[in-house]
């Protein structure tokens, strides 16, 4: 009989789990339909030795204090600013765009208060900042907008940034400084020995047991549990009985290239040209040392994997019911990007994670 039966063994289900069993002394079962642990962030290192990232780059960075001193407690911490390139016009220019992308593509000598005013005579007049044209129209204008974000996002998610809400590009910022860093965060760390071997240690507890290969359908008949926590997709809990929650997914292509270096830096975004969206090459984003290098291209699709909940109106509406429906299932809490449909960072699955902690521990 175990205390609490956990689905998901990814940052929301580990966090759970490592905090009942080591702070309340609970017995707790993790299950994982896949062959590993560590959800989505799961690293591991490929054929030729190189440590990578199964389903793409994972950078670590959070404003939280509790969060990164919680995490790091299963691992030291690799310092790591993230920096992405973009590929506009011929050149590679810095996303987030900056004093340096506009000078360069525009061969022009701005200073930033100079690139102030080139953004204000160029941002279009929008009343309310709905959507995700309007955060970037209203403020750099049209043409940077084009150039940057409009087909990306169109590739990324098989909508136009018209019909996504304002927070999917409101994560990219804007500046007129030269900071070239894509996150702002006080805290940006990898874990020095990966997430994988993280989550191993979170999972460590004599207290856990993971059972992976394991589909919560599969088992739940045959475990004896007294409350169940649901990382998965909630709508798949409740057998899509309002229909589908829409996800979008990827197909990543990795590959290893036999020269050391295979690009000028840690992801190289295309939003013109190609199928794919961003190459990551990861030796930058884990300081490993190595003869060869291995990359991932990211292709956006439809089917496959549940990755991205996908920030819209209607879609919005939809994991209200759902939302409803799992608020009056008792004994049940669902948790994470799946479970409360989120386009969450990990650190702020970290977040949740402890606040529902905190909650079930009263
Ligand atoms: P997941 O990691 O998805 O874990 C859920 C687990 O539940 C999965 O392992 C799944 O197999 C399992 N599961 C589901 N249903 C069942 C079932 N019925 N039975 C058994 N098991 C089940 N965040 C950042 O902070 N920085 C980044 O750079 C970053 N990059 C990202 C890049 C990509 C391409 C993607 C897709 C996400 C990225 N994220 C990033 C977000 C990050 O992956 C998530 O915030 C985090 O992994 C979510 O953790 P989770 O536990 O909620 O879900
Ligand atoms: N985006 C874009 N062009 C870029 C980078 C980002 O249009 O060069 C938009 C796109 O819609 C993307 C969103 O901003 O989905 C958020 O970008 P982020 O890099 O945070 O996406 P993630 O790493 O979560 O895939």
Redesign the pocket.
């Given at each position: 009989m175990f205390d609490y039966l956990i689905?998901?063994?990814?940052?929301?289900?580990?966090v759970l789990a490592e905090r009942l069993a080591a702070d309340a002394g609970k017995r707790v079962l993790v299950?994982?339909?896949?062959p590993h642990i560590?959800?989505?962030?799961y690293d591991h290192y490929d054929d030729s030795g190189i440590l990578v990232h199964k389903?793409?780059?994972?950078?670590?960075?959070t404003n939280s204090s509790e969060v990164f001193d919680y995490l790091g407690r299963f691992t030291e911490w690799r310092a790591y600013e993230h920096r992405v390139l973009a590929s506009v016009d011929g050149q590679l220019v810095p996303v987030p765009i900056n004093l340096d992308t506009v000078n360069r593509l525009y061969g022009l000598r701005l200073s930033s208060s100079e690139l102030e005013q080139f953004f204000a005579e160029r941002a279009e007049r929008v009343e309310c900042v709905r959507t995700s044209e309007d955060v970037i129209v209203s403020r750099v204008g049209r043409e940077l907008y084009t150039k940057f974000f409009r087909n990306y996002t169109r590739k990324q998610w098989g909508l136009d940034p018209s019909e996504l809400d304002a927070s999917v590009t409101a994560r990219v910022p804007v500046r007129s400084n030269r900071d070239d860093r894509y996150f702002g965060d006080t805290y940006q760390a990898m874990p020095s020995r990966g997430y994988t071997r993280m989550f191993e240690r979170m999972l460590a507890h004599p207290n856990i047991k993971v059972m992976l290969n394991?589909?919560?359908?599969e088992i739940v008949g045959e475990v004896g549990y007294r409350e169940l926590i649901y990382?998965?997709?909630v709508d798949?809990y409740f057998d899509h009985r309002f229909g589908k929650l829409p996800y979008r997914s990827?197909r990543f292509r990795h590959e290893t290239v036999d020269k050391p270096v295979f690009q000028r830096a840690p992801v190289v975004n295309y939003p013109n040209e190609h199928p794919y969206t961003r190459i990551t090459e990861f030796k930058y984003l884990t300081g490993q040392d190595h003869g060869k290098t291995s990359v991932v291209y990211?292709y956006p699709c439809d089917d496959g994997d549940p990755?991205?909940p996908i920030p819209r109106p209607e879609n919005a509406e939809l994991y209200r019911r759902y939302k409803a429906l799992a608020d009056a299932t008792p004994g049940v809490h669902f948790?994470?990007?799946?479970?409360t449909y989120r386009y969450?960072?990990?650190?702020?699955?970290v977040a949740q994670a402890l606040t529902l902690y905190a909650r079930l521990r009263g």
């Amino acid at each position: 009989m175990f205390d609490y039966l956990i689905v998901g063994a990814g940052f929301a289900g580990s966090v759970l789990a490592e905090r009942l069993a080591a702070d309340a002394g609970k017995r707790v079962l993790v299950v994982d339909r896949r062959p590993h642990i560590a959800g989505n962030a799961y690293d591991h290192y490929d054929d030729s030795g190189i440590l990578v990232h199964k389903y793409g780059p994972h950078i670590f960075h959070t404003n939280s204090s509790e969060v990164f001193d919680y995490l790091g407690r299963f691992t030291e911490w690799r310092a790591y600013e993230h920096r992405v390139l973009a590929s506009v016009d011929g050149q590679l220019v810095p996303v987030p765009i900056n004093l340096d992308t506009v000078n360069r593509l525009y061969g022009l000598r701005l200073s930033s208060s100079e690139l102030e005013q080139f953004f204000a005579e160029r941002a279009e007049r929008v009343e309310c900042v709905r959507t995700s044209e309007d955060v970037i129209v209203s403020r750099v204008g049209r043409e940077l907008y084009t150039k940057f974000f409009r087909n990306y996002t169109r590739k990324q998610w098989g909508l136009d940034p018209s019909e996504l809400d304002a927070s999917v590009t409101a994560r990219v910022p804007v500046r007129s400084n030269r900071d070239d860093r894509y996150f702002g965060d006080t805290y940006q760390a990898m874990p020095s020995r990966g997430y994988t071997r993280m989550f191993e240690r979170m999972l460590a507890h004599p207290n856990i047991k993971v059972m992976l290969n394991a589909d919560f359908r599969e088992i739940v008949g045959e475990v004896g549990y007294r409350e169940l926590i649901y990382t998965g997709p909630v709508d798949e809990y409740f057998d899509h009985r309002f229909g589908k929650l829409p996800y979008r997914s990827l197909r990543f292509r990795h590959e290893t290239v036999d020269k050391p270096v295979f690009q000028r830096a840690p992801v190289v975004n295309y939003p013109n040209e190609h199928p794919y969206t961003r190459i990551t090459e990861f030796k930058y984003l884990t300081g490993q040392d190595h003869g060869k290098t291995s990359v991932v291209y990211e292709y956006p699709c439809d089917d496959g994997d549940p990755y991205y909940p996908i920030p819209r109106p209607e879609n919005a509406e939809l994991y209200r019911r759902y939302k409803a429906l799992a608020d009056a299932t008792p004994g049940v809490h669902f948790v994470g990007r799946l479970g409360t449909y989120r386009y969450y960072n990990m650190d702020q699955v970290v977040a949740q994670a402890l606040t529902l902690y905190a909650r079930l521990r009263g």
